[in-house]
C-alpha cells in the first residue's frame, strides 16, 4: 500500500479518534501532526505503536502539543467528511456504554475501509460513480387501501415529518394488522420530503423479505441503482463498503438493516423505523455493548426527526414511556382484511392420563389436532425454541450425561450428523457407541428438539411434507430464502422452527400454531423471561390466520403444565395490556427497569476465584451516592471454553446518577485490571439485557 508521508514540520494539530487498546487506558482522541486544515469527520490513517490504523478526525480543540507529535500517515480526502450529527452521535454512544470513541468508530464503519489505501478507495467512488444509469421505469405501485386506524397513523407520522418531531411514537399494533404497510406510507412522505430514511429490523433473515416489498413500492419512485440499500453482517465486505458509501454520499434514499445499520452516515436522515422494537437482537452482546432501538430514539430526537417504534408486544420500557407521556401511542387493533386473531388453547398436561415419561410434546390431542389441519389442505407451525435432536445423552446404567468439558452446560444431541454438540463454545465429538463411563452401549437421548420433533411427526403423520428451520438447517447461504419460499408456495403441510420462524415471516396458509414445552421460561432467574416468552408466543401466533380469506378457525394450542399462569392467562385473551400492567406492577414494587437503571460488571478468567476476586475488590473502589453495587454471581452458564464467568450488578433510582458513578469508576477499573493478571477479560454492559 502506498503511503503519504507528511511532515510534521509547522503544520497543525488535528484530533484524531483511533482504536487504541482498551489496557492502554487511551479513551478519547490522540493529537497528530498535520500539513493542512482537516474538516472534523474526514478518514486518515494515523500511526499507533508500530501499526497503522483507520482514524477519524474528529471536533474540538486541540491544546497546543508540549511534545513533537507523530503526523497523519495519509489522508482520504476523495470521501467527504464524515457530518458533525454522527459525531455527536458517536460520542453520546461512547459515553453512555463505557467504551472509547475510536473502538466504537472502528466497530460501525465497514471493516474493509480498514485494509484500503486513499488512492483505492477513490477508485471505489468512482465505481460507485459509473453505477448512476437509471434503471427501466417502473410501474406506479398499486397502493392497498389503508384502515381507519393506519390512516390515523400515518398522519401523526407525517405530520412530524413535515414538522419536525416532538416524541417517538410508539405504534402498537396486534399481529397482521397491518404495520408495514404504515412504514412504507410514512416512508414515501419522508422521501417525497426529499429525506433519507433508516428501516431497522433485528434479524437478517427479515431484510431480503421487507427489502423486496419496499423495492416493489419504491421502484417507480427511486429507479436509481443503490437507491435502496441492505447493511448487515451477512453481506460480504465489498457490498457493505459499497452500500454504505451510497448512503453516506446520499445515493441511498432507504437504508434497511440490523441493530449496526442504526450507525450509518445518512447526512439527509428524516425518519427512523425500528420495526418488532422489543427484540433482543438490538442489543449487541460483545464489545460496545449498545442497544441499537435506543440509540434510534437519541439519533431521532437529536435531529428532531421522527422515530417509529412498532410492535405488536412492545418492550416494557416502551411501554411504560408511553404510559407516561414520553412516547405517543399509535394504537391499531384489528387485522388486515376483518382476519380474527387466532383463538388460543391451554392444553393442560396434567389432564393427560399418567404414563411413564409423560414429558411428551407430541401428545395425542395436539397429533388429532394436526392431523384435521392436515386432512383440511390447511398448513401448521409447530413452535420448539430448542435446535438439535435432544438437549443431552444419558446413560442409564450410571447417570452419565453428555456435559461439555469445557462449558458448565451439556451437549447437545444432533441425529443428522450424529454428534454431540456444545451451543456454547462450539465443541463437537461424534456420538460414543457406548457409555465414556461405563460402557453400557444403552445410552438414549433425554428431552427433544427441533430435529427429534420433525421426525416424530414424520412418523406420526406419514404423508404430512414437514419442513424445519432452525440455524441447523439454513447454515448454507440461500437455504433459508429457499425454505420459506416453499412454505409461501404451499409445498410444506407442517413447518417445524425456533424462534426464526415466529417473527414477522407473513405466511398467508398457516391457520394453526402449536407451542410446545414453552414452560421453562415461567420460572427463569431472569426477570425479563417472562416478557420474552410472552413477546415470543405472540408473535408465534401471530404466524395463524394471517389471510382471512381461509375457511374456519385459525388457532393457537399451548401444552403447558401452569394452565393458570397468568401469563397465559394474558396470552388466551391477546391482552397485551393486562400482561404488561402485573409486570410493571412486579416490577415497580421490585424496583427493576424501567422503575431503576442497571449495569453488569463481567469478569472472565481462568479460574472462579480469580474473576470473584477482581470482582469484589471493584466493588470496594468507589462509593456512589444512592448507587448500589450487589455482590458478585457465577453467570448462568458459569463456564464457557474453559474460562470461568462472574458478574456484578450495579444498580441506581436514576439514570444520571449510573453515568456518573460509570464514568468514575470504568477508569479505576482499568488501573485495578493491571493487578489482576490472572483475569482474561473485563466488560461492563450499561442497560443488560440478560441477568
Not at 411413564?356 to 425454541?385: C, H, I, M, W
Request: aromatic content about 6%; some cysteine.
Amino acid at each position: 500500500m502506498e503511503r503519504l508521508v507528511v511532515d510534521p514540520g509547522p503544520g497543525v494539530v488535528v484530533r484524531v479518534a483511533v482504536d487504541a487498546p482498551q489496557h492502554s487506558g487511551l479513551t478519547g482522541p490522540l493529537d497528530y501532526a498535520s500539513e493542512q486544515v482537516l474538516a472534523p469527520g474526514s478518514l486518515v490513517r494515523a500511526p499507533l505503536g508500530k501499526r497503522e490504523l483507520l482514524g477519524v478526525v474528529w471536533p474540538g480543540e486541540s491544546a497546543p502539543p508540549e511534545v513533537e507529535l507523530r503526523a497523519v500517515a495519509a489522508v482520504f480526502d476523495a470521501l467527504p467528511p464524515l457530518g458533525a450529527a454522527w459525531c455527536r452521535m458517536l460520542d453520546f454512544a461512547a459515553g453512555y456504554y463505557q467504551r472509547s470513541v475510536g473502538e466504537l468508530a472502528s466497530a460501525v464503519l465497514p471493516p474493509q475501509l480498514r485494509e484500503l489505501s486513499p488512492e483505492q478507495l477513490a477508485a471505489r467512488l468512482r465505481k460507485l460513480e459509473r453505477k448512476a444509469a437509471k434503471g427501466p421505469a417502473a410501474a406506479e405501485p398499486v397502493r392497498p387501501e389503508l384502515a381507519p386506524e393506519q390512516a390515523g397513523a400515518v398522519a401523526r407520522i407525517t405530520a412530524q415529518v413535515e414538522a419536525g418531531a416532538a416524541k417517538p411514537l410508539l405504534l402498537f399494533g396486534v399481529t397482521g394488522s397491518g404495520k408495514t404497510e404504515v412504514y412504507l406510507r410514512a416512508a414515501e412522505a419522508a422521501l417525497a420530503a426529499g429525506r433519507q430514511v433508516l428501516v431497522l429490523v433485528p434479524e437478517i433473515n427479515l431484510t431480503p423479505q421487507l427489502e423486496a416489498r419496499f423495492t416493489e413500492r419504491f421502484a417507480a419512485l427511486l429507479p436509481e441503482p443503490l437507491a435502496i440499500v441492505s447493511l448487515h453482517s451477512a453481506l460480504t465486505p465489498a457490498q457493505r463498503l459499497q452500500n454504505w458509501l451510497a448512503a453516506h454520499l446520499g445515493r441511498a434514499r432507504l437504508v434497511l438493516g440490523t441493530r449496526l445499520a442504526v450507525f450509518a452516515s445518512l447526512p439527509e436522515l428524516g425518519l427512523i423505523v425500528v420495526d418488532e422494537e422489543h427484540d433482543p437482537s438490538y442489543k449487541q452482546q460483545d464489545g460496545a455493548r449498545y442497544s441499537a432501538r435506543d440509540l434510534a430514539v437519541w439519533r431521532a430526537h437529536d435531529l428532531k426527526v421522527p422515530v417509529v417504534l412498532g410492535s405488536a408486544t412492545p418492550s416494557l420500557e416502551s411501554w411504560q414511556h408511553a404510559e407516561s407521556g414520553r412516547y405517543e401511542r399509535l394504537t391499531l387493533a384489528t387485522r388486515i382484511g376483518g382476519g380474527a386473531l387466532p383463538r388460543v388453547r391451554l392444553f393442560d398436561m396434567k389432564s393427560l392420563p399418567p404414563s411413564p415419561g409423560v414429558t411428551t410434546a407430541l401428545t395425542a390431542p395436539l397429533l388429532a389436532a394436526l392431523k384435521e389441519r392436515l386432512d383440511r389442505g390447511e398448513q401448521s407451525l409447530v413452535f420448539l425454541n430448542r435446535r438439535g435432536y435432544a438437549p443431552v445423552l444419558h446413560c442409564g446404567e450410571c447417570q452419565w450425561k453428555s456435559d461439555c468439558p469445557h462449558c458448565s452446560a451439556w451437549r447437545v444431541f444432533h441425529k443428522r450428523d450424529r454428534t454431540l454438540r456444545c451451543h456454547h463454545c462450539g465443541f463437537t465429538e461424534r456420538v460414543p457407541r457406548a457409555c465414556p463411563n461405563c460402557g453400557n452401549h444403552d445410552i438414549a437421548p433425554i428431552g427433544r428438539g427441533t430435529e427429534r420433533l420433525e421426525e416424530q411427526l414424520a412418523e406420526a403423520l406419514p404423508g404430512a411434507r414437514v419442513l424445519r428451520i432452525d440455524a441447523d438447517s439454513t447454515r448454507r447461504k440461500g437455504e433459508l430464502e429457499a425454505q420459506l419460499q416453499a412454505v409461501h408456495d404451499g409445498e410444506v403441510d407442517i413447518l417445524v422452527g425456533t424462534q426464526m420462524v415466529t417473527k414477522g415471516h407473513d405466511f398467508r396458509r398457516i391457520r394453526f400454531v402449536a407451542a410446545v414445552n414453552p414452560d421453562g421460561a415461567l420460572f427463569s432467574s431472569d426477570f425479563r423471561a417472562p416478557e420474552r416468552l410472552f413477546a415470543l408466543l405472540m408473535q408465534a401466533a401471530g404466524r395463524a390466520g394471517r389471510d382471512a380469506s381461509g375457511d374456519g378457525v385459525s388457532e393457537m394450542w399451548v401444552q403447558t403444565w401452569h394452565r393458570d399462569h397468568a401469563l397465559y392467562q394474558a396470552l388466551a385473551r391477546h391482552d397485551y395490556e393486562r400482561f404488561a400492567r402485573d409486570q410493571l406492577a412486579e416490577r415497580r414494587s421490585a424496583s427493576l427497569p424501567p422503575f431503576s437503571h442497571l449495569a453488569l460488571l463481567r469478569a472472565e478468567a481462568r479460574t472462579a476465584e480469580a474473576a470473584k476476586a477482581f470482582l469484589d475488590e471493584a466493588a470496594g473502589l468507589l462509593q456512589g451516592e444512592q448507587v448500589f453495587v450487589y455482590p458478585p454471581v457465577p453467570h448462568a452458564v458459569a463456564r464457557v471454553a474453559d474460562v470461568e464467568r462472574m458478574q456484578m450488578l450495579v444498580e441506581a433510582g436514576q439514570r444520571s446518577r449510573l453515568q456518573a458513578f460509570l464514568r468514575e469508576w470504568v477508569p479505576a477499573l482499568l488501573a485495578l485490571k493491571r493487578q489482576h493478571k490472572a483475569v482474561l477479560r473485563w466488560a461492563v454492559d450499561v442497560d443488560p439485557l440478560a441477568i
